[in-house]
T-cell receptor, first 112, second 112 residues
Framework: DAKTTQPTSMDCAEGRAANLPCNHS???????VYWYRQIHSQGPQYIIH???NNETNEMASLIITEDRKSSTLILPHATLRDTAVYYC?????????????FGTGTRLQVTL | DTGVSQNPRHKITKRGQNVTFRCDPI?????LYWYRQTLGQGPEFLTYFQNEAQLEKSRLLSDRFSAERPKGSFSTLEIQRTEQGDSAMYLC??????????FGDGTRLSIL
């Protein structure tokens, strides 16, 4: 699975949009981009994933560049409960592909 | 959807003792995964099952570790002769085929 690069930490004011970047320059054609977050003392929570089109669900939007070498997770109106570590992961969904390879993620702090 | 359930949530034991953790996946999810997470790091893959078959094991899974998934339902992870370095959060996840993995809140193991 391709490696990802994320900033170590970010701050965001409550009510503003949080834009979390991720670089995955070595991503291959059949690898998806996944985002998870982990709130303190809990297991990782699935947020969203995509292949090449932008995706949106009730939690967030995922914007993937045309060359697929980077992506941005957008939390449109961040709240204090969005404070967490956010992980960007690339994963091949085909065949018997299994594991998620986590990096150290981006620690997002949402403040009043 | 009752989510992935892990028991116990916390386990404290003396070095050299054996411990066993249980994971109940989301019903009808045929894949089950075990990960380990140490402080400040992202989760690391240990092993995964498709139904009752253990299909992949990480080299992190030493011979003191064994995992089972009888009848393709719940899974157990046993650590024999625990060592200080085994102190970590042990996370279980499940998925339907290659779809998104959903995690439990983990078992935190502390070795005295």
């Amino acid at each position: 699975d391709a490696k990802t690069t994320q900033p170590t930490s970010m701050d965001c004011a409550e009510g503003r949009a949080a834009n979390l970047p991720c670089n995955h320059s070595t991503i291959s054609g059949n690898e998806y981009v996944y985002w998870y977050r982990q709130i303190h003392s809990q297991g990782p929570q699935y947020i969203i994933h995509g292949l090449k089109n932008n995706e949106t669900n009730e939690m967030a939007s995922l914007i993937i560049t045309e060359d697929r070498k980077s992506s941005t997770l957008i939390l449109p109106h961040a709240t204090l409960r969005d404070t967490a570590v956010y992980y960007c992961i690339v994963r091949d969904n085909t065949g018997t592909a299994s594991k998620l390879t986590f990096g150290t993620g981006t620690r997002l702090q949402v403040t009043l | 959807d009752t989510g992935v359930s892990q028991n116990p949530r916390h386990k404290i034991t003396k070095r050299g003792q054996n411990v066993t953790f249980r994971c109940d996946p989301i019903s009808e999810h045929n894949r089950l995964y075990w990960y380990r997470q140490t402080l400040g790091q992202g989760p690391e893959f240990l092993t995964y099952f498709q139904n009752e078959a253990q299909l992949e094991k990480s080299r992190l899974l030493s011979d003191r570790f064994s995992a089972e998934r009888p009848k393709g339902s719940f899974s157990t992870l046993e650590i024999q002769r625990t060592e200080q370095g085994d102190s970590a959060m042990y996370l279980c996840a499940s998925s339907s085929g290659g779809r998104a993995q959903h995690f439990g809140d983990g078992t935190r193991l502390s070795i005295l």
